[in-house]
């Protein structure tokens, strides 16, 4: 168990529709960095966000975003989901910035039928 | 931006003998290089990193080793054993990739009893 938490497991909806992952970091660590993982493109960065603020991005798709809150956690909304959004969301966090030593969350697995 | 590439994609060997997987990077300035184990449908797990003021790092029946010359770096695993089969990841970080971690593909490995 890494201490990073991840809610809901699984997520299966509808295309068109729109969700929102959650994220808690390990205690003490104040960046999150989001994840997708899918078989034919691997593992994507999407953003990271440092103690409350938008650090680093990917390629994220502008239907998504996040955010980071003020106790740490942070949500990713997706929204105008197609098929090819259905994938592994993890998320991970670290003590610092710099994306050194991120400890990985179980992941969300979203379905979009 | 940073491009990671790992090899071999898969990887089989006998129990006790030993495994090799290669990355190779191409942003000079990149200093971070952690490598992944993921089991199937598990998170992705840090099991040992590397920062560029070192050649080599140890821990137990793993080491990884970084040549910033050529730009690449390699994880070892000695004496496999049956739960070492996962997928393994390197990833590499820093310069002008700050806060963002790329991933290589991935490397699946079996290890056979």
């Known amino acids: 168990d890494s201490g990073v938490t991840q809610t809901p497991k699984h997520l299966i909806t509808a295309t068109g529709q729109r969700v929102t992952l959650r994220c808690s970091p390990r205690?003490?660590?104040?960046?999150v960095y989001w994840y997708q993982q899918s078989l034919d493109q691997g593992l994507q960065f999407l953003i990271q966000y440092y103690n409350g603020e938008e650090r680093a991005k990917g390629n994220i798709l502008e239907r998504f975003s996040a955010q980071q809150f003020p106790d740490l956690h942070s949500e990713l909304n997706l929204s105008s989901l197609e098929l090819g959004d259905s994938a592994l969301y993890f998320c991970?966090?670290?003590?610092?910035?710099?994306?050194?030593?991120?400890?990985f969350g179980p992941g969300t697995r979203l379905t979009v039928t | 931006g940073e491009n990671v590439e790992q090899h071999p994609s898969t990887l089989s060997v006998q129990e006790g003998d030993s495994a090799v997987i290669k990355c190779t990077y191409s942003d000079s300035a990149s200093n971070y290089f952690p490598w992944y184990k993921q089991e199937l449908g598990k998170r992705p797990q840090l099991i040992i990193d590397?920062?560029?003021?070192?050649g080599e790092k140890k821990d137990q029946r793993i080491a990884v080793t970084l040549n910033k010359t050529a730009k690449h770096f390699s994880l070892h695993i000695t004496e496999t054993q049956p739960e070492d089969s996962a997928v393994y990841f390197c990833a590499a970080t820093g310069g002008t990739s700050y806060g963002k971690l790329t991933f290589g593909q991935g490397t699946i490995l079996t290890v056979h009893p």
């Open positions: 590397i920062r560029s003021n070192v």
């Open positions: 205690s003490g660590d104040l960046s």
């Open positions: 991970a966090s670290s003590v610092a910035g710099t994306a050194y030593e991120q400890y």
